[in-house]
T-cell receptor, first 112, second 113 residues
């Protein structure tokens, strides 16, 4: 069974600065990897996913993530954040079954 | 398309009361899921239904039951609510067997006093 660790629970960042959210997972088999965003009082929305192929994945709203198999990581980045990026971000991992395992979440707060 | 809808949005129960959370999707998805979200713990899977007619336990099934009523609808029942079930509940659905993302509803905020 897989586990997902998001290394930072809170990330404060200034507007227009870059941000990186770190995610590590443990699994003995090939996995599918996802990043979701949750805006206040809303459900989760997919940012991007890695299924196979290129290890650099681009998503919505200018986010991208890089899959590193040897380090079992899937870190999320954005080169320049906006106030509207204030949200909670979840990394999730799926093996060859129906279930997603989620990390505990990283709260990003963007300040002017 | 409405996507995934959940009712109610908010609910307050007293300990020992029962209630059913409703979920429906209009994307013709085969699989549906119920999660609970608690601060600092991410989302934890309660039950899922890989296809119509099947249901399976997830990580935290105790105190809950589910019904896959048809392909569109998947309900979650609390038979005797406890304060530990105070949480935000999300329903989700997905299409293809392994690689597809899950689509989430807006959530139900439940408080048990």
């Amino acid at each position: 069974a897989q586990s997902v660790t998001q290394l930072d629970s809170q990330v404060p960042v200034f507007e227009e600065a870059p941000v990186e959210l770190r995610c590590n997972y443990s699994s003995s088999v090939s996995v599918y990897l996802f990043w979701y965003v949750q805006y206040p009082n809303q459900g989760l929305q997919l940012l991007l996913k890695y299924l196979s192929g290129s290890t650099l994945v681009k998503g919505i709203n200018g986010f991208e993530a890089e899959f590193n198999k040897s380090q079992t990581s899937f870190h999320l980045r954005k080169p320049s954040v906006h106030i509207s990026d204030t949200a909670e971000y979840f990394c999730a991992v799926r093996e060859n079954d129906y279930k997603l395992s989620f990390g505990a979440g990283t709260t990003v707060t963007v300040r002017a | 398309n409405a996507g995934v809808t959940q009712t109610p949005k908010f609910q307050v129960l007293k300990t020992g009361q029962s209630m059913t959370l409703q979920c429906a999707q209009d994307m013709n998805h085969n699989s549906m899921y119920w999660y609970r979200q608690d601060p600092g713990m991410g989302l934890r899977l309660i039950y899922y239904s890989a296809s119509e007619g099947t249901t399976d336990k997830g990580e935290v099934p105790n105190g809950y039951n589910v019904s896959r009523l048809n392909k569109r609808e998947f309900s979650l029942r609390l038979e005797s609510a406890a304060p530990s079930q105070t949480s935000v509940y999300f329903c989700a659905s997905s299409g293809l067997r392994y690689a597809a993302e899950q689509y989430f509803g807006p959530g139900t905020r439940l408080t048990v006093t």
